[in-house]
């Protein structure tokens, strides 16, 4: 899964993949200091924080940046 997102405002970008019942599935690891205006590119490869597929189901994710910013998307996980 690709998520290019960009921001409205300058800060630090955190992102969180969360399954369907709220447990935090994936946390990319790297903060990222947004500017207003540039293209973010967040690559998410299916896996949780133990390295392992997800099941097939639907996640959400939660983009913030800064205090005031924050975007909620969801995202469907299928096998071929």
Do not use: M
């Not at 540039?38 to 949780?48: A, S, T």
């Amino acid at each position: 899964c690709t998520i290019v997102y960009t921001p409205k405002s300058d800060g630090v970008l955190n992102s969180i993949i969360y399954d369907a019942s709220g447990t935090i599935t994936y946390k990319f690891n790297f903060q990222v200091l947004a500017k207003n205006g540039k293209k973010i590119v967040l690559n998410w490869i299916g896996k949780n924080l133990f390295g392992d597929y997800v099941a097939e189901g639907t996640y959400i994710c939660i983009i913030k940046v800064g205090e005031n910013e924050k975007i909620v998307l969801p995202i469907i996980v299928q096998s071929n």
